[in-house]
C-alpha cells in the first residue's frame, strides 16, 4: 500500500469495505496527505466517523484513536471528548446522512459553540449504504429508490447550514480536485474552531446505478468533473454547478469552544480564591 | 482540460526516472488510473486478484512522466509514485 | 410477639453503612435531593455534565453549572438529552467522570447513547427522575415507570445493566458515590433511578468537608494496552479505555473484536456477549444493596423501592404494632434483579408507583408460590400508611388484595 497508508492507517482493515471505484478512499488518501503535510504524528489526530458508507468504511481504517459514534451523532460525542482531550486534531469524517439529516442539530450546535474539530462531509447525495434512497442533499429531481419519480423535495448545501450557525472555515470541493481538497483540509486543520469540509464524491452501485444509469466508474467520476466544471465533455452546460473554493474563512477569530469553558473556570477559581484571600485577611 | 485521456501522449521529459508501485492484491479494479493517465503506464492483468478483482499493473513503467494523477486518484492505497533512486555506479561524472 | 426491636430487626445492606462508619469531617445540611445527587457527583469526581433541563431533574443541572466550573470542570448544555448523553460518552472517553440527569421524556432519547455506552464499556452515571406517566403524564407526581426501561436500556439485547434507587437525600449522596464507583468497576453507565419526591424534598444531610480525602471513591484509571475490549472474559475492575493517549483503540457501537474494530463472525458476537452480560451477573454480589426490616419471621412482606418505601415502611412498623407479622424489603439495586430477597414462601405485597405493573413481575418470576404475589399498585401519590396496613391485614386474613378506590391490584 502507498507509504501514507502505511505510516497512518489499520494493516487489518485496509483494503477497505468501499466498493470499487467508490470516493472514501481517494478522499481518505488526500487527508492523509494533509496529515502528513502538517507534520502530525498519528497519536496528535482523532478520527471520528458515524454510520453509512462513510462513516463504515472510514472507521477503524486510521491508525490512532478513532470512534465509530451512533448515527448522527459523532458531533455530539466530540463536543465531550473535546473537553477531556483538547489538544488533539479532531477529524470527524461523516457523510451528508450522517452531518446534514440524522445529526443537523448538533452539526448547527457545533458550528454555533465554534468546537474545535474538522469535519469533512463527504457527499455522495444519498443514503447510499442503505441501498440509495435520496437525502437532503439529492438535487433536484432526480430518480432514487426512493423517488422513483424524481426527488420531490428540495434539497439544501449544508455548507449554508454551518455559515449561518457561526462555523469559522467553511469551504467544498469534489473527488475530482485532489490538490484544493489537500490545501483546503490543511487550512481547515490549522483553524483552531468549527471547519466544515464539503466534499462530493461519486457513488456507482447505487447513485450511479438509479440516478446516472450507470454503474460505469469512469463515467460517474466524469459526472462529479462535469459538475465540478459546469461544463460537460461535449462542451453544453451541465443541469447544475457547484461552488467549490473555501466558502467562508474566519480562521482563529473567535474563542473555540474548550477554550471558552476553560477560561470560564480559570475566572471562577481566581475569583473564589481572591474571595478566600479576602476572607483570611478579614479574620 | 478532459479528466480522462482515452488517447495517450508520448512520453516525454522526465519519463524514465520513476518508480510506479501498483499493489495488485489490493486493487479493485476502478480503472481510475489507467484512465487519468497521460502517457502509456498501466494495463490489466489477465489472473484475478486474492480480492477477486482483476488488477492494474505498470506494464509500461518506463512511460511514466511523474504527474501523480494515478497516485492521487486511487481509492484503495494501492499505488506509490516516487523518484528512482540512482544507482550509486551513475553518481558524480566519469 | 409481632413486634419489632427496629434496632435489630432491620438490616441495611449497602457500602455508604461501613463509609458512615468512618467518621468522616463534615457538617450536617437542609438541602434536597438533587442537591445531594450533585455533590455526591462532584465527590466521586465527576467533572462534566452534559444535558438537558427537565423537570424534576433540572436543579441537578443548575447546581452543576454552579459547582462544577468550581471544581475545574464542565457544564454543557446540550441542544437535546440524546447529545448530552452521547457528550457524556464523549467526555468519559477522554478521561473525565461524566454524569447526566433527566426525567422520562428525556430518559427515552437516551436509548442510542446507552447503547453506545454499554457495548463500548465506557463508565457514566445518568439520573432518570421519574414522573408519573402514562407517558408524559403529570411534570410534578412520582412515579416508577421506568423499571423495565431502565434494565432495556437500549436496543439488540445480549447486555446486562445495573440501577440503583435510593429513597433519601441522604442516601442519594451516597448512592451516587457508590454509582459512580460501581460504573468505574463494571467499565458500564449506571443509572439512579429517583422520582419527584426523593429528588425535590428536602431533607437532613451530612456532607463531608474535603472530597478529596474519601478515600473509597474508585479513582479513574486509564486502559493503554490491549486488549481493550477483553472479550470472553467476565472481568471486573478492567480499566476503562481512553481516546487520546495513542493506543489506536476504536469504539463503535458494532460486535467487535478486542481491538474494537467491526467484526461480522458468530465467535465475535458470542465472545462479545458473554463479557457483557457475565461482568455483571457473574458479581451480582459487588452491586447488591438493599434494606429489610422484620424479615425473619414476616408472613406477608412489603416490597417497595424509592420515595413510596418510606410510607410502606411505616406501613409495615404500624402492622406489626397492631399484631400482624409484617415485613418489609426495599431493593436499592433494582437490577441485577436480587432473587434471593423473594425465595421464602410467602406472601408479598408489592407496591409500585404504576398501574401497569413492573416490579411485582419480577418478584413473581422469582418468588416460589405465584399465587401468593400481590400487587399494590398507585399512582400520582404515595401509598398512605393506611392502605399499605389494610393491604397487608387482608393478604394475611384472606390471601387476596382488599379492593382500595384507586389501587390497583390486577397483573396480567
Redesign the interface.
Known amino acids: 500500500m502507498n507509504k501514507l497508508a502505511q505510516k497512518y492507517l489499520r494493516p487489518s482493515q485496509i483494503p477497505t469495505k468501499a466498493c470499487h471505484g467508490c470516493g472514501i478512499g481517494m478522499i481518505e488518501n488526500w487527508l492523509l496527505q494533509a496529515i502528513d503535510e502538517l507534520g502530525l504524528k498519528q497519536e496528535d489526530v482523532i478520527f471520528g466517523t458515524g454510520i453509512g458508507c462513510v462513516g463504515r468504511q472510514t472507521f477503524a481504517t486510521w491508525g490512532g484513536d478513532n470512534f465509530g459514534a451512533t448515527h448522527g451523532r459523532a458531533l455530539a460525542v466530540a463536543t465531550g471528548l473535546k473537553l477531556a482531550q483538547p489538544d488533539k486534531k479532531y477529524l470527524i469524517v461523516v457523510g451528508d446522512g450522517d452531518a446534514a439529516s440524522i445529526g443537523t442539530s448538533h452539526l448547527i450546535h457545533a458550528a454555533r459553540r465554534n468546537l474545535g474539530v474538522t469535519v469533512i462531509c463527504e457527499d455522495n447525495m444519498g443514503y447510499e449504504s442503505t441501498g440509495g434512497q435520496f437525502s437532503p442533499t439529492t438535487p433536484a429531481g432526480y430518480v432514487t429508490n426512493s423517488s422513483p419519480y424524481g426527488m420531490a423535495e428540495p434539497s439544501f448545501d449544508p455548507c449554508d447550514v454551518v455559515k449561518a450557525a457561526g462555523a469559522t472555515f467553511v469551504a467544498e470541493t469534489t473527488a475530482t480536485q485532489w490538490h484544493q481538497t489537500v490545501k483546503i483540509v490543511k487550512k481547515a486543520l490549522a483553524n483552531d474552531g468549527f471547519s466544515f469540509v464539503h466534499v462530493r464524491f461519486p457513488c456507482n452501485e447505487n447513485f450511479g446505478a438509479y440516478a446516472l444509469g450507470t454503474r460505469d466508474t469512469l463515467k460517474n467520476l466524469e459526472w462529479i468533473y462535469e459538475h465540478t466544471q459546469g461544463r460537460k465533455a461535449d462542451g453544453s452546460e451541465t443541469d447544475f454547478t457547484w461552488e467549490t473554493g473555501i466558502k467562508h474563512d474566519a480562521s482563529n477569530s473567535r474563542p473555540e469552544f474548550s477554550k471558552i469553558m476553560r477560561d470560564m473556570n480559570e475566572r471562577v477559581r481566581a475569583d473564589m480564591a481572591a474571595k478566600a484571600a479576602a476572607k483570611s485577611a478579614r479574620a | 482540460m478532459p479528466l480522462f485521456k482515452t488517447d495517450k501522449k508520448p512520453s516525454r521529459g522526465p519519463a524514465g526516472r520513476w518508480d510506479v508501485v501498483v499493489t495488485e492484491d489490493m486493487c479493485k479494479a476502478c480503472g481510475f488510473c489507467l484512465a487519468v493517465c497521460p502517457v502509456d503506464v498501466f494495463a490489466w492483468r489477465r489472473a484475478p486478484n486474492k480480492l477477486g478483482w482483476f488488477p492494474m499493473y505498470t506494464e509500461k513503467e518506463e512511460n511514466c512522466v511523474g504527474c501523480m494523477l494515478c497516485y492521487q486518484i486511487c481509492p484503495d492505497f494501492c499505488i506509490d509514485v516516487a523518484v528512482k533512486e540512482e544507482p550509486a555506479a551513475d553518481r558524480g561524472s566519469d | 410477639m409481632a413486634t419489632l426491636d427496629l434496632a435489630s430487626a432491620e438490616t441495611l445492606h449497602a457500602p455508604w453503612v461501613e463509609w458512615e462508619r468512618r467518621g468522616v469531617k463534615g457538617r450536617r445540611i437542609l438541602e434536597a435531593g438533587t442537591y445531594a445527587l450533585t455533590e455526591g457527583a462532584i465527590a466521586a469526581g465527576c467533572r462534566?455534565f452534559?444535558g438537558y433541563p427537565i423537570t424534576p431533574a433540572t436543579d441537578i443541572a443548575e447546581y452543576m453549572s454552579k459547582r462544577l466550573?468550581?471544581v475545574?470542570?464542565?457544564y454543557?448544555q446540550?441542544?437535546?438529552e440524546?447529545?448530552?448523553m452521547?457528550?457524556?460518552?464523549?467526555?468519559?472517553?477522554?478521561?473525565?467522570k461524566?454524569m447526566t440527569a433527566t426525567s422520562g421524556p428525556g430518559y427515552t432519547l437516551m436509548h442510542?447513547?446507552y447503547?453506545?455506552s454499554v457495548t463500548n464499556e465506557i463508565p457514566l452515571v445518568v439520573v432518570d427522575a421519574m414522573r408519573v406517566g402514562p407517558i408524559s403524564g403529570i411534570t410534578g407526581a412520582p412515579g416508577q415507570g421506568e423499571f423495565y426501561v431502565a434494565r432495556y436500556c437500549s436496543h439488540g439485547g445480549n447486555f446486562e445493566t445495573i440501577v440503583l434507587s435510593p429513597c433519601s437525600v441522604q442516601e442519594a449522596f451516597w448512592l451516587t458515590i457508590d454509582a459512580f464507583n460501581l460504573a468505574e468497576r463494571f467499565r458500564t453507565p449506571v443509572t439512579i433511578l429517583t422520582d419527584q419526591v426523593v429528588s425535590d424534598m428536602w431533607e437532613d444531610l451530612f456532607v463531608p468537608d474535603d472530597y478529596e480525602a474519601l478515600d473509597f471513591v474508585v479513582p479513574r484509571r486509564h486502559n493503554l494496552m490491549m486488549p481493550f475490549y477483553p472479550v470472553g472474559s467476565a472481568d471486573i475492575d478492567v480499566a476503562p479505555n481512553v481516546?487520546?493517549?495513542?493506543?489506536?483503540?476504536?469504539?463503535?457501537?458494532?460486535t467487535h473484536t478486542e481491538?474494537?474494530?467491526?467484526i461480522e463472525e458468530m465467535e465475535a458476537q458470542w465472545a462479545q456477549t458473554y463479557r457483557l452480560v457475565n461482568k455483571i451477573r457473574h458479581h451480582r454480589g459487588e452491586c447488591t444493596r438493599y434494606e429489610t426490616l422484620g424479615f425473619e419471621d414476616a408472613e406477608v412482606v412489603a416490597v417497595a423501592y424509592g420515595a413510596n418505601a418510606r410510607t410502606v415502611r411505616t406501613g409495615v412498623v404500624e402492622a406489626r404494632r397492631r399484631g400482624l407479622r409484617a415485613g418489609f424489603v426495599r431493593p436499592i439495586t433494582l437490577w441485577p434483579f436480587i432473587d434471593e430477597l423473594y425465595a421464602a414462601d410467602r406472601h408479598y405485597v408489592v407496591c409500585e408507583l404504576n398501574y401497569d405493573g413492573q416490579l411485582v413481575r419480577e418478584v413473581t418470576r422469582a418468588a416460589p408460590d405465584r399465587g401468593k404475589v400481590h400487587f399494590m399498585g398507585k399512582s400520582a401519590e404515595l401509598h398512605t400508611v393506611a392502605e399499605v396496613v389494610t393491604a397487608l391485614e387482608g393478604v394475611a386474613r384472606s390471601g387476596r388484595m382488599p379492593e382500595l378506590p384507586y389501587i390497583w391490584t390486577e397483573v396480567r
Not at chain 3, 86 to 96: D, F, K
Not at chain 3, 259 to 262: A, L, R
Open positions: 462534566v452534559a466550573p468550581q475545574g470542570g464542565y454543557v446540550c441542544e437535546d440524546l447529545a448530552g452521547h457528550a457524556c460518552a464523549g467526555a468519559s472517553l477522554g478521561g473525565l461524566a442510542d447513547a447503547g453506545w481516546i487520546g493517549h495513542g493506543t489506536g483503540v476504536c469504539v463503535s457501537a458494532y481491538e474494537g474494530y467491526d
